[in-house]
């Protein structure tokens, strides 16, 4: 699928079907691996299949080619499909840690590579369904507020 311009999609540039399986097949084996991800492992069913074969699916349409997610599924409402499951920082991290590790090993094209991370990590932080808890000192001090006084 190329571009009016004829210029090649993110899909073809990333190698099309078989690289974004691959991609996907790496993720979820890094989450079932990687003890540092085991807080968002435990969200997902023991087995991960289903999980791959629904991101293999919507990778497709997000990067350009073939729509299947929505094709099967219908509007991918990602944010409320993921309601479900308590999503922090720490959870978003850690998915993004894996999804990294995932592109770095299969995607060899640097610039093609960032350009595919920057709306992704937004995804994921958009995904987040937690409240933070506020780091002490956030709050001004009364009294002692730096912006009073000047
Ligand atoms: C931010 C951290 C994230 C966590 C902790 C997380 C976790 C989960 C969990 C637990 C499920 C349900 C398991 C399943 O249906 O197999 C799920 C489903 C899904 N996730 Fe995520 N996810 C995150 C971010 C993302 C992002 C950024 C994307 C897209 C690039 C994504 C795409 C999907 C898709 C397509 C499904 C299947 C939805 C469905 O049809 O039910 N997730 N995710």
Redesign the pocket.
Known sequence: MSTPENKPSVYERIGGEAAIRALVHRFYELMDTLPEAYG?RK???DD?S??EQ??F???SG?LGGPNL?IEQ?GH?R?RA??MP?P?DGD??D???MCFNLAMAEVVQDEPLRKAIMKP?TD??DF??NQAEPSSPGELPILGNDPHQGH
């Open positions: 968002i969200l997902h069913p991960l289903g999980s629904k991101l699916m919507y990778l997000y997610y599924f991918p990602l499909r993921h499951f999503i959870a978003r850690q998915w993004l992704i995804l994921a995904m987040r």
